[in-house]
């Protein structure tokens, strides 16, 4: 028999199509999915109850674009535009690391991510199975990816000798659908610039033949779309769609320079944007022309890239520079209001990722966060949406219930051992990459 979670005295914003937001609310839980939501106490016997104190339900966050080991670069190589930053700080770095230094990065990631209300992410990283242990014990939802690249000749090209076929091939045997779908491989690409036409054709075809999704870096910088253009005559999305990388459900991150055309065959092909606000202004990139880019049809989900471009995974935060930063672009209050960008960060992201989560709804996965609205900075309350958006921070999270189990309470890891993480991180992972 599955056991059955009661949540009451709670407000539920249910981040459904009709916007709900129910007062004094009764969600009921039986097992990994949500059986009920409603302001009637339902009858029968739970086997756990749990007293929300009046404070706000909704919910889990989806970050749909993350690096989470890099949460050992955490500030480290700051100051630089994206290719000096990649190529003289970061890759160095990221070459000498090992499967336990990017599981003690992982998991600090996941704490950090946990604790402020994260239940599903999208991650692309090298040492992918180690992340898939980590992910499996923390008790989040992850769609995984290894990020392939390839810079050699095209005519020397076999997925025999691509590591990252290899890779793609491995993870997907060992661990897509691992944890009854807790865990799902993506294919991937890294970027148009970083791989060539052999790859994106291999990569194209191995998702479509196992029905995969796609994760890709796309038009992140000025430079980066235009030299695409000088190679091929076409943007970063045109070349890619050219050899059907966009031929499944698939998240492109970034999209800072994509145009008015690509964003119509976005739209088209059902491929969605993950908005990236924090990484791509502290690193110069630009301004995604998000507000347009729903206008055009399409789906819009969020994410704050990897920690060494943010230099957190507070997705409050990220909502909050999403809905300010389009305001003050456009000279426009109403550019992004905040049911937008809560729902980008929510039921979009789902959508974006192929799961049936983001909504306080029966049949969905009970996916669930409860924000503390006691505490001054979100007192008194006018909007709860205007307070999420606006005034909240990830430490306003009192709770994380993920795929129907509490995993965090009041401060308390109830899946990760924070301190032997911490220890994992300063004694064995920093010192193999800084010495």
């Known amino acids: 028999m599955e056991e059955t979670t ?111 209300g994260v239940t599903t992410i999208a991650d692309m990283y090298m040492h992918t199975p180690a992340i898939a242990e980590t992910v499996l014990q923390a008790g989040i939802s992850a769609n995984l990816s290894c990020g392939g690249v390839y810079f050699g000749a095209p005519a020397d090209f076999s997925p025999k000798t691509c590591n990252d076929c290899g890779h793609q091939i491995r993870l997907t045997e060992e661990w897509h659908g691992a944890g009854d779908g807790q865990i799902l491989v993506d294919a991937s690409i890294h970027a148009e610039y970083t791989s060539n036409v052999p790859l994106w054709q291999w990569m194209a075809q191995y998702a479509q033949d196992h029905k995969l999704g796609m994760h890709v870096h796309l038009s992140e910088t000025q430079h980066e779309h235009e030299a695409c253009q000088e190679r091929w005559g076409l943007t970063p999305f045109g070349i890619l769609d050219k050899f059907g990388v966009w031929n499944t459900r698939a998240i492109a991150a970034h999209c800072v320079w994509t145009t008015e055309e690509d964003w119509a065959g976005m739209a088209a092909k059902g491929v969605s944007c993950v908005h990236n606000p924090v990484s791509n202004l502290k690193l110069g990139s630009g301004v995604a022309w998000i507000p347009a880019m729903k206008k055009a049809g399409v789906n819009i989900a969020l994410g704050t890239d990897g920690v060494s471009s943010n230099n957190n995974t507070d997705m409050f935060e990220e909502m909050k520079f999403a809905a300010v930063l389009h305001n003050g672009v456009q000279r426009d209050p109403l550019a992004l209001l905040p049911k937008d960008v809560l729902a980008m960060a929510t039921r979009d992201g789902a959508k974006a990722l192929g799961r049936k989560t983001g909504q306080i709804a029966p049949g969905y996965t009970a996916d669930l966060i409860l924000v503390d609205f006691d505490r001054p900075a979100l007192t008194p309350c006018h909007s709860v949406r205007d307070n999420l958006v606006y005034s909240a921070n990830g430490s306003a999270v009192v709770m994380n219930m993920a795929r129907g189990k509490v995993i965090y309470k009041d401060g308390a890891f109830l899946t990760l051992d924070l301190d032997q993480i911490k220890a994992e991180v300063k004694d064995y992972a920093l010192p193999l990459l800084f010495g």
């Open 6 to 116: 009661l949540l009451y005295h709670c407000r539920a914003l249910c981040m459904d199509e009709a916007d709900t937001l129910l007062d004094n609310a009764f969600v009921v839980v039986q097992g990994a999915t949500i059986r009920s939501v409603g302001t009637e106490r339902p009858a029968g016997e739970f086997t756990h109850e749990i007293d929300c104190g009046g404070n706000v339900l909704m919910p889990g966050l989806v970050n749909a674009h993350t690096h989470i080991p890099m949460t050992l670069l955490r500030g480290y190589g700051g100051g630089c535009d994206l290719q000096t930053w990649l190529n003289d700080w970061i890759f160095p770095a990221e070459a000498k690391l090992d499967d336990r230094a990017v599981k003690a990065g992982a998991g600090l990631a996941l704490a950090e991510l946990i604790a402020s």
